[in-house]
């Protein structure tokens, strides 16, 4: 058993007697972040429940092992240890139809998310709550710790006509909210109608930081090794969008940034004359091993927090991307949209094209940033009434 009075969903659910447990046929949706804090696997203890039958597992994005990169469809399979379908969702289908469900009674989400918008967790919960409320299943919501905490409320909010994998609503890119209460909100004020329980955490406050939890961090996903990794994520993440390296292919994704014509001293330097709160830039080469730039030596910066409760992941990232856009206008590019889609990578990002087309401006970075911090105020009233583990 890991340190720490905490227990999550997990932990919590077999020692309860739940009508939607009992008697009934359970779907699992989880994935490696699915585990007590004693390390069993919560496919293994749902299967182990009493009065009930695993009949079916669902895969998100990276699959249900978590072994998959950024984008790749996961497949349809057998469970080999279960014998039950291993349904995707993401694929060819990203919601749940009535063939997948039609042995399903309750389905059952145990996910650790990052409580980041374009982390595509959530946007696979809006849908799946979406599919039970359609088919008349249950659903029950297996809560997790937001690992930044209850308070961090970041980012503007999406745009109506902006919504996609890596952000289904209109919410802000750091949401300071559980799984659990994220799914509350959506549920009524979408108006979705689905027949939802969340199994809450024991011992969780808003202002815990994930290593006190007494949980391990288990990735999520091949490029969210670390808690530094998801403390800087929701500001580094703006680079998938752009011809620069978000670090994917090195041994730092997300805390690092570079391409082959950055030079890393001028972009430190630039940077850290911000004196933003609790983050430091120094420069560093890299050569990614895959994805962008792979193969190719490229000069950048490594993002070391001094002060990580003091970071303000949202605004680092957009700042350097106001100082790339500014300092290297030619080399410097925004990934164009596929063939037959609309949408620059960067608007679903950020949630509209406000950045794409003013970031590079001198007043860009601080009207989007003010603007912002308007909106995520505006959230953080929105969501008090949903909150299961009191106001931050």
Request: proline share 6%; aromatic share 10%; hydrophobic share 35%.
């Amino acid at each position: 058993m890991m340190r720490g009075n905490m227990r999550s969903g997990i932990d919590v659910l077999p020692g309860l007697s739940h009508e939607k447990i009992t008697g009934c046929r359970l779907g699992v949706i989880t994935n490696p972040t699915g585990l007590t804090s004693d390390f069993r696997s919560s496919i293994e203890v749902i299967a182990g429940l009493p009065n009930s039958e695993l009949t079916a597992l669902f895969a998100c994005e990276h699959g249900l092992r978590g072994q998959l990169q950024a984008g790749k469809h996961v497949e349809d399979e057998v469970d080999p240890v279960y014998g039950v379908p291993v349904y995707s969702l993401y694929g060819s289908r990203r919601k749940p139809d009535a063939d997948m469900l039609k042995n399903v009674d309750t389905v059952i989400f145990d996910i650790q998310d990052l409580g980041v918008r374009f982390y595509t967790y959530m946007t696979t919960l809006l849908y799946v709550m979406e599919a039970c409320a359609e088919h008349g299943k249950s659903l029950l919501v297996l809560d997790r710790p937001n690992p930044l905490g209850g308070e961090r409320c970041e980012g503007g909010l999406l745009q109506p006509g902006y919504e996609s994998m890596v952000g289904g609503w209109q919410i802000p890119i750091c949401t300071g909210m559980t799984i659990g209460e994220f799914a509350r909100m959506a549920n009524e004020m979408r108006g979705t109608g689905c027949d939802l329980d969340v199994i809450g955490l024991e011992g969780w406050t808003r202002r815990m930081d994930y290593t006190e939890t007494g949980l391990p961090w288990v990735l999520p996903s091949p490029n969210i090794p670390t808690m530094d990794t998801v403390r800087l994520y929701s500001g580094t993440c703006f680079f998938e969008g752009t011809n620069l390296s978000e670090g994917r292919g090195t041994t730092r994704p997300f805390e690092w940034i570079g391409a082959p014509w950055i030079d890393g001293e001028e972009l430190a330097k630039a940077f850290n004359a911000y004196r933003l709160p609790g983050i430091h830039a120094h420069p560093m080469f890299m050569t990614p091993t895959f994805s962008k730039h792979q193969g190719e030596g490229c000069g950048g910066v490594m993002l070391f927090m001094t002060k990580p409760s003091e970071v303000e992941a949202v605004r680092t990232g957009l700042t350097l991307l106001h100082l790339v856009s500014r300092m290297y206008p030619e080399e410097f590019r925004w990934l164009t949209p596929p063939v037959g889609r609309n949408r620059y990578f960067i608007d679903l990002l950020t949630g509209s094209e406000d950045v794409r087309r003013h970031i590079h401006e001198e007043a860009g970075l601080q009207r989007i940033a003010a603007q912002w911090a308007r909106e995520s105020e505006q959230w953080r009233t929105m969501r008090a009434p949903y909150l299961l583990y009191g106001e931050a």
